[in-house]
């Protein structure tokens, strides 16, 4: 463990439990366009979501659509960061893809209903159509997975002990970042989790003795 956690470009937010989730989103709401919160469950990924959205994007156009005559709607809002959870290559989405919702006007592409559209990181423009709607959730915060081959100008880590929580995923999480990083939580959990041996080392693959019985049968050595 280095004597300060806060360091050039890296700054520690020493916070409590219980207010994990008002950091985050206050931390967030300084610099909305550049930054990704990276969460190690989906409980803590949900919630930091719901309540970014509450804090940055309350008032934006929510996302609405007609399916067999009856009229639904995901709160989901223009202005909102958007992630997709599943793969289409059909339409030039990957499980993990970022963009912003930045249209919920509703269209006919093609002869196909759109309901909006998604703008990308890369800058291309999905349109939203039914075969999505099930792959579409708030982006605001992401967990580690989803964030794995992606790096991000300014990231918050939130730091919670856990079965997840190992030193590699502490290691992955903060090296997502190109510029800056804001590492929220406490420092007696911090030391827990980079001192601990990654779970990818205790995997019983059983391999070495697998290998070596079968030197032995063969007679090598």
Aim: charged letters at 25%; a negative charge.
């Amino acid at each position: 463990m280095p004597p300060s956690l806060s360091v050039g470009a890296i700054t520690f937010h020493e916070t409590p439990p219980e207010r994990l989730v008002d950091k985050c989103k206050t931390l967030y709401a300084e610099s909305a366009h550049n930054t990704q919160i990276i969460g190690a469950t989906k409980a803590l990924v949900g919630e930091l979501n719901v309540e970014s959205q509450r804090l940055i994007n309350p008032g934006g156009q929510r996302l609405e659509f007609t399916l067999h005559g009856d009229d639904f709607y995901l709160d989901l809002r223009v202005g909102d960061p958007i992630l997709f959870t599943r793969n289409n290559y059909n339409i030039g989405i990957q499980n993990g893809s970022l963009g912003l919702l930045s249209s919920a006007e509703r269209n006919v592409q093609d002869g196909q209903k759109t309901f909006g559209i998604v703008t990308l990181d890369t800058g291309e423009e999905i349109a939203i159509t039914e075969d999505v709607f099930d792959c579409m959730e708030l982006g605001y915060a992401i967990t580690l997975h989803k964030a794995q081959g992606s790096q991000f100008p300014r990231i918050i880590v939130v730091v919670q002990k856990g079965r997840i929580s190992d030193r590699a995923w502490l290691y992955t999480a903060i090296t997502r970042a190109e510029i800056e990083v804001h590492i929220v939580g406490q420092v007696s959990d911090f030391a827990t989790i980079a001192k601990s041996v990654s779970n990818a080392n205790l995997r019983a693959s059983f391999l070495r003795e697998l290998l070596e019985e079968r030197k032995r049968d063969s007679g090598v050595g």
